[in-house]
């Protein structure tokens, strides 16, 4: 059972083997190689000790929301790991593009045509050509980022195509009162008729859906470390 309000060091420990175990089981179930599905520790509003905690299980793949944040906690930690692969999650403001293409190994909420054009700017000018995916909205909520279902393919293809993007794959959030499967089918669909072989979806309340639905990436954070600090 996972507490979601504990973080001590056991406790991070166990829910590490208990979600990677239910991964590994959704994915025997629904035929898939659970090797082919990467957990990504969303840390955002964690502790460094916490993430400690991660790292020395071993664990490399993390996901942070804000990029300041991300500034405060990870330079060190990526120093000291230079195998760790930090993932953008949350929505990026254009005038952050430069800070993240600095600090982030993968940005997944690449979600309008005007980020898209200042992050392939940044990385051209850092040197860095950075895997990237497109946030879908898959289920058109005004207050929630991503390009529309109906305007993914113009934008997947201008993004790889027009701006040279190295998009690898396709990320969603569903929206949290709906139930999540079909907007999960919904993702899946739209990154095979553009070729796309990744898909990062699924939370803490729905990974093993996401597992069955294709999932390649899952991003799991009171699961693994617990409550997170007030924003
Ligand atoms: C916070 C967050 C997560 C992790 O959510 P949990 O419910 O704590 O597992 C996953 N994806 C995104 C985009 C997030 O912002």
Redesign the pocket.
């Known amino acids: 059972m996972v507490t979601a309000s504990s973080n001590s060091k056991s406790d991070i420990a166990a829910n590490f083997e208990e979600i990677e175990g239910r991964i590994r089981k959704s994915a025997e179930t629904w035929e898939r190689n659970a090797n082919d599905v990467d957990l990504i520790a ?1 840390s ?1 509003r964690q502790s460094v000790e916490a993430i400690e905690v991660a790292l020395s299980l071993r664990h490399r793949h993390f ?1 942070e ?1 804000r990029v300041q944040e991300a500034q405060e906690k990870w330079p060190d930690l990526k120093t000291r790991f230079p195998d760790i692969e930090l993932h953008l ?2 929505p990026l403001q254009t005038n952050k593009a430069k800070d993240a293409v600095a600090l982030f190994d993968v940005i ?1 909420t690449v979600d309008r045509p005007k980020l898209a054009r200042v992050l392939a700017k940044e990385m051209k000018a850092a040197e860095r050509d950075l895997p990237v995916y497109n946030q879908v909205n898959t289920g058109k909520e005004p207050q929630k980022a991503g390009v529309f279902p109906e305007d993914a393919d113009s934008f997947i293809k201008e993004c790889r195509e027009g701006l040279g993007l190295n998009v690898i794959g396709l990320m969603c ?1 569903p929206p949290v009162e709906e139930q999540p499967a079909p907007h999960f089918a919904l993702l899946g669909k739209i990154a095979a008729r553009n070729s796309l072989n990744r898909l990062s979806m699924g ?3 729905d990974f093993e859906t996401a597992v069955q639905f294709g999932a390649t990436s899952v ?5 693994l470390f617990g409550t ?1 600090s007030a924003p």
């Not at 991003?219 to 699961?223: E, F, M, Y």
């Open positions: 969303v955002k996901g929301n999650i949350g997944e959030i939370m803490s309340a991003r799991v954070g009171t699961a997170r």
